[in-house]
């Protein structure tokens, strides 16, 4: 499938701010499952800054905008050809051992209700109780925009029993590392416009380890896993660390955000 | 217990590296000595030196105690040492670069997986970056006891950022000053050298997109810091700006500091903040302290960062069982040094040793510091010991135990005269393009008769640190 | 150097001169009260020091009445006054630490030493201080770390913004004085001949310790105009308005000199001191005594905010 990519980020500070300095993760990740064909990230008044790919494998960039500034626009536009590999994460390369992805974060922290639900399910095969895990976390928590905002835990997600793919995914990982399975957060987009259910096109989703495949994708919210209309940017142990854009304004101008994402099927 | 090694008097006669010293101490005058100590002290506070070594925290504005007894190592003594740390140092830093890459000393089986990954210091980030000529710490500080002639061991290393040396360099300053005849009639070797090794260490691992010659600055937390001090001694010594987070900047691929004149490059930091306030968009978000985005710069090349970040994984406590291990696999040398044996309460062998042995043993927190919480067995009451007990039964994990070492004694001036007090030694090794050692150290005196409690916050005290020359 | 450092060296001379603003202050106010009857009252004397320390609301906030011990308190020893001598001491023995190294060893030793003394005046009952010692003790101790900054510092930048604090804080100092008691210098038909007049001038005068070099400067009679001429455009006198540009405009040159790069500073010095040198006393009266003050207050000001941008912020480019 080819998938085409306008994703715009809008920064407006009350005061203007004496600078300010992103780290992103924009860039599709290398494996058999996606293609680059074209890719633009550009920064209003931005100063490109270094670029490496980190111990994850993903592709680091980073930006700086002198100040007094007080708006920045971000745009992404790109267009990527996608195949279906069932959520396989084939042929990416990268350093950090899966071993590493064991570690909590503060979103991800188990509670007795998510080692609860970690338990909660058994499986013949790694495969299948990641599978089954991920439709525990479906189960437990109903997706529902707007019951929750960019802090809550998993566990807070879970007690609330509502949450959207963040919450999901962040679940999904507390209870992996329950059964002693490392996982991820990943980011990206999601072309979702062939059923009416209203997803957002920027997405987020977890990667399971399944000694002998690799890492595997797990899509909760979708009860799917990840296929040809995904776009993967990047990985993480949580949102934040995996988040597409991060940044920081020094300055005491407050932010306001403004996000528009547009993820579209070109015609062949 | 009893048979402590006196690194001066060997069963009645002199050791020769004392030799010299014999006469000095006896014929020194019971005022002299007290007005030479108490003019040490005047100068240590008007130099303003009253800052915590080691972490410890405390009062900034307390002053250590200054023993004026030089402890003395002849040219062969230091020699074997020298080669020891060295040696440790390379390994240590091998095993970094390992482990930051593909780690074969974990694929080879040589060290569990989970205690390196899952170690807090092993910092994800920086995973697949190999900072410039590899080097991880640059400043190696191995803290060793001796317990006989040619019996040292190491009882720790310190990675990240090991503090004191400013007394190493003072305590020979002053020194100097009250007994310039000894140094007459010892040829000792200097340690001066000390601050322009280091800029020239730091200013050989200049990243890649450096041009020309380096900017190498020291990033101190600020004045609140109880090392804050030293901070500013090394960074006058060094002749580079001493500067905080706030002074800095990212802006395109580099790192700015802001300077009267405009912008001003930045190619080596050596920083003497820890890891998770260095960058709030890399490690903590609530961090006041760091620079945000400069992690980024460090990654991509823009920067030297030292000691890296991620570098305290190789110095845990659980990790140091491995350190002998790790000399053997990346250099393929028996080490010259040997860890004090170590008995992890992790593992259940040990931990049913260590509980049958509790009175004999010393036991630490895996990454407690300072002397605190910890047992020492020997001198516990029983009921110390079993309250200790149940804290280890709870989280075994969280403890080491080695023997209690019969710590060397050195002469030690105190209130009757003279007496034998036990004693460390903290030597700091620079590691850049080549792997240097100033002929010295640190050695931390406890002054407490019986006491083996270093700690300047235990009544521990430090001395001036002689190397013969040959 | 770092902008950082520059800012701490600057500010360390501020407070040391805005310490020594408040001896002065203690100095002056307790002779006015000294005088039965001022015309204007002793709590008006008082009011108008504490206005000119800016301290005047917080003051009546924290005591109420001026009580002279709580005046002596407030301004030497309160630390919830940012203006009083302890607090200014303290913040420029703190400025000094933090840039240690860029300091010669007399210089913070005479600071230090300041500090420790203060702490342990802070320990001494109040009864057995006497206000006279107190002033002494901080004009001696100003003078010994101004004496130590002009005998052994290096006369390189660190010396530039040393001395861009002390003279900025001056001439904002001697003209919000001047300000408060601009009054006394005009013309009042019912003090002519009284002697009131002229006792006042002469308080004025000791407040700036000028009343001796005044009449070396001037001789015969004293005068409103020649007072005014004195301590505003007369560049003998130390703390003459004119005498503080003059110095702000030689250290900005030097610094553009050094730096080879000129700022927006220089030429707002260097208009500022054009200005002054033209200027007569009859056009200051011309234009009011407390508008040419308000004025000058408000130059300085920018001034002030003018050297911080273009070297002290950080954001210099």
Partial sequence: MKLKVDHVTRYHYDHPVRGVVQSHRLIPSRFTGQRVQKWDVTVSGGIKGGGFRDGGGDWVQAWSVPGPVSEISVRVQGIVETKDLAGVLQRHREVIPPVAWLRPTAPTRVDAALADLGHSVSADDTLALAHALSGAVADAIAYRPGATHAHTTAAEALALGEGVCQDHAHALIACARVRDLPARYVSGYLFASEDDTPHEAAHAWAEIWVEGLGWVGFDPSNRCCPDERYIRLGAGADAREAAPIRGIARGNGLESLDVTVAVDAVQQ | ?470 | MLSRTAANLYWLARYMERAETAARFLQVGARIALVPNTGHGYRNEWDALLRAAGTADAFARKYGEPIQRNIESHLFFDHDNPSSVAACLRRARENGRIVRTALTAQVWDALNTAYQELRELERTPRGELSMVALTDWTTRTTALVRGAIDATQLRNDNYDFLHLGYHLERADNTARLLDVKYYVLLPQVEFVGSGLDNYQWMTLLRAMSAHRAFHWAYGGEVTAARIAHFLILNPQCPRALITCVEGMNAHLERLARGYGRRTPAQSAARRMLAKLAETEVEEIFDEGLHEFLSRFIDEVGALGQTVHDSYLSGDVR
């Fill in chain 2, 1 to 470: 217990m009893t048979d402590f090694f006196n690194e001066m008097f060997d069963s009645g006669a002199v050791r020769v590296p004392y030799a010299r010293l014999r006469d000095w101490m006896e014929e020194m005058p019971a005022e002299l000595r007290s007005l030479k100590q108490a003019e040490a002290e005047a100068l240590f506070r008007r130099i303003g030196i009253t800052f915590a070594v080691y972490g410890e925290g405390g009062d900034p504005d307390r002053l250590i105690p200054f023993d004026m007894f030089p402890r003395v190592f002849s040219h062969d003594e230091w020699r074997r040492l020298e080669r020891g740390i060295k040696q440790r140092a390379r390994a240590l830093n091998a095993f970094l670069s390992d482990v930051y890459d593909r780690g074969e000393i974990v694929r080879a089986g040589r060290i569990p997986d989970r205690l390196v990954y899952l170690n807090e210091a092993y910092e994800k980030p920086v995973a697949g970056i190999r900072p410039p000529k590899g080097v991880y710490s640059h400043i190696v500080g191995i803290d060793l006891v001796r317990t006989g002639p040619d019996q040292f061991y190491v009882l720790e290393d310190n990675c990240r950022t090991p503090s004191g040396v400013s007394y190493m360099l003072e305590n020979r300053e002053i020194m100097m000053r009250m007994f310039p005849e000894l140094f007459r009639a010892n040829r000792i070797e200097p340690v001066e050298g000390y601050p322009e090794l280091l800029r020239r260490t730091l200013a050989s691992v200049a990243p890649e997109k450096c041009r020309g010659e380096p900017t190498v600055v020291i990033l101190t937390p600020g004045h609140f810091n109880s090392a804050y001090y030293e901070h500013s001694f090394l960074a006058d010594l060094m002749g580079v700006e001493l500067v905080e987070g706030q002074d800095l900047f990212v802006e395109g691929e580099h790192v700015w500091m802001r300077t009267t004149r405009g912008p001003e490059r930045v190619d080596v930091i050596y920083r003497r903040i820890d890891d998770p306030f260095l960058d709030p968009l890399c490690f903590r978000p609530d961090s006041m302290l760091g620079i945000p985005g400069l992690m980024d710069v460090y990654r991509s090349g823009g920067v030297t960062i030292a000691s890296a970040p991620g570098a305290g994984v190789a110095d845990d406590k659980a990790i140091y069982c491995f350190v002998p291990e790790m000399v053997r696999f990346y250099l393929g040398e028996e080490p010259i040094l040997e860890n004090v044996p170590t008995w992890q309460c992790a593992r259940h062998d040990d931990l049913k040793y260590v509980l049958e042995h509790l009175p004999e043993l010393v036991v630490k927190e895996v990454h407690g510091s300072g002397g605190y919480g910890m047992l020492v067995g020997p001198k516990a009451t029983k009921e110390q010991i079993e309250a200790f007990r149940l804290k280890l039964l709870d989280q075994p994990s969280n403890y080491i135990a080695q023997p209690t070492l019969a710590l060397s004694t050195v002469p030690t001036f105190v209130e009757e005269g003279v007496a034998p007090r036990h004693v460390d030694l903290r030597p700091y090794c620079l590691v850049g393009e080549r792997i240097e050692l100033v002929p010295g150290g640190l050695t931390r005196v406890a002054l407490t008769e019986g006491s083996l409690v270093v700690n300047s916050s235990q009544g521990g005290g430090v001395k001036d640190t002689w190397v013969l020359a040959e």
